[in-house]
């Protein structure tokens, strides 16, 4: 399968790296310097797990910041962009995921997305209803940082908003590299 995550923070990083354990990954930034990184095999986030992976693990893992090449021929999308808070509008800040959507769509439009990023209640729904796509999932992250793929490959919970076989092929995939 392949598989592309786009974000390559904690919630990202760990599940490249997770992921490319048995399937292909491409991961997405527009950071040049945690692309190269990443593709000279050195985590650029502090974990020592991932670290750890990307140094001594076979991983089918490649970043790049050319997003035509990291949606083209990809079997499913993972959104781990940042969402941050804003105390001041009390809202978050999610212009990266409709920039993600809208790139997907000029690509891939029917390719299924799952976002892995803290949004606000309401948020799937209104993007399956604006840009006119139902396989949008939400898949809430439950990680810590410095361990973030310690968590994912030993998670508390595994949640993925949706029935369809596109939710449920999800839900197994991580089960079954966790």
Do not use: W
Request: charged residues 25%.
């Amino acid at each position: 399968m392949n598989i592309t995550i786009v974000g390559l923070g904690y919630v990202g990083m760990s599940l490249a790296t997770l992921l490319a354990q048995e399937q292909r990954v491409l991961a997405l930034d527009i950071d040049e310097k945690k692309v190269k990184k990443i593709n000279d095999k050195i985590s650029p986030i502090e974990d020592k797990d991932i670290r750890d992976y990307l140094k001594n693990k076979k991983l089918n893992l490649i970043a790049t910041t050319n997003y035509k090449e990291a949606y083209t021929g990809t079997d499913l999308i993972i959104i781990s962009t940042p969402t941050n808070y804003d105390p001041n509008t009390n809202e978050f800040d999610v212009s990266s995921i409709h920039l993600v959507i809208k790139n997907i769509l000029t690509i891939i439009p029917d390719c299924p997305i799952f976002i892995k990023s803290t949004l606000p209640v309401g948020l799937t729904n209104d993007l399956r209803n604006n840009y006119s796509k139902e396989n949008i999932f939400f898949s809430p992250e439950f990680l810590r940082e410095g361990r973030a793929l310690a968590d994912n490959l030993n998670p508390s919970r595994i949640i993925v908003g949706g029935k369809t076989s596109e939710a449920k092929l999800f839900g197994k995939l991580l089960t079954s590299i966790s």
